[in-house]
């Protein structure tokens, strides 16, 4: 089985940084992208940061500037270091791999981690 195991959320005040990590475990013989994706108390689930398996990054225009992802492809594993937070970035934050195929027999499938919740205060 393939799971995903985020890490690194808490509680920061407004302006400071975070970084989250997230591990994929399991039989993992190729995947497309990964990313990180965020849930507000009162907003959809929304995306916030991927980045593809060559390297290629894109961020919402709310991120940009202040985040930055990463991945390391022969150990699975993507992070997302997050600076000047603000309020509006709190939320639980998930980590998604697209695409992911176990096998070369496999069909590609996404799996979502559980969650890790940043809190921004004032």
């Known amino acids: 089985q393939v799971q995903l195991v985020e890490s690194g959320g808490g509680l920061v005040q407004a302006g400071g940084s975070l970084r989250l990590s997230c591990a994929a475990s399991?039989?993992?013989?190729?995947?497309?992208?990964m990313g990180w994706y965020r849930q507000g108390p009162v907003k959809q689930r929304e995306v916030v940061a991927t980045?593809?398996?060559?390297?290629?990054?894109n961020y919402a225009d709310s991120v940009k500037g202040r985040f930055t992802i990463s991945r390391d492809v022969a150990k699975n594993t993507v992070s997302l270091q997050m600076g000047d937070l603000k309020p509006e970035d709190t939320g639980v934050y998930y980590c998604?791999?697209?695409?992911?195929?176990?096998?070369?027999?496999?069909?590609?499938?996404?799996?979502w981690g559980k969650g890790t919740l940043v809190t921004v205060s004032s």
């Open positions: 998604n791999a697209d695409g992911v195929r176990e096998t070369f027999y496999s069909s590609p499938m996404d799996y």
């Open positions: 980045i593809t398996s060559g390297g290629a990054t």
């Open positions: 399991g039989r993992i013989w190729r995947s497309n992208a």
